[in-house]
Nanobody, 116 residues
């Protein structure tokens, strides 16, 4: 069974940077999209950034220009580089891989806290 494991979260001051990683336990085929989501306390889970099957990338308006999503196929790993972090970026961040046909894989989440 495929497992996704996130890492790289932590406590950072406003204006700081973090890089999240999402490693898959094995290669996943027929990927429709792969991305990062986040959920803040009391709020619904929301899309942060996503890479589509043909390479297009979406970013939430709130993170455009500050966050960058990327992938390393050889390492079965996806990244989220986060810069100019704000307190409102505080959330649990989850990685997701969606296969063609509707199957979804989720990581366990990693906490990001932006505070002085």
């Amino acid at each position: 069974q495929v497992q996704l494991v996130e890492s790289g979260g932590g406590l950072v001051q406003p204006g700081g940077s973090l890089r999240l990683s999402c490693a898959a336990s094995q290669s996943i085929f027929s990927i429709n999209s792969m991305g990062w989501y986040r959920q803040a306390p009391g709020k619904e889970r929301e899309l942060v950034a996503r890479i589509h099957r043909l390479g297009g990338i979406d970013y939430a308006d709130a993170v455009k220009g500050r966050f960058t999503i990327s992938r390393d196929n050889a390492k079965n790993t996806m990244y989220l580089q986060m810069s100019s972090l704000k307190p409102e970026d505080t959330a649990v961040y989850y990685c997701n891989i969606a296969q063609l046909g509707g199957r979804d894989y989720w990581g366990q989440g990693t906490q990001v806290t932006v505070s002085s």
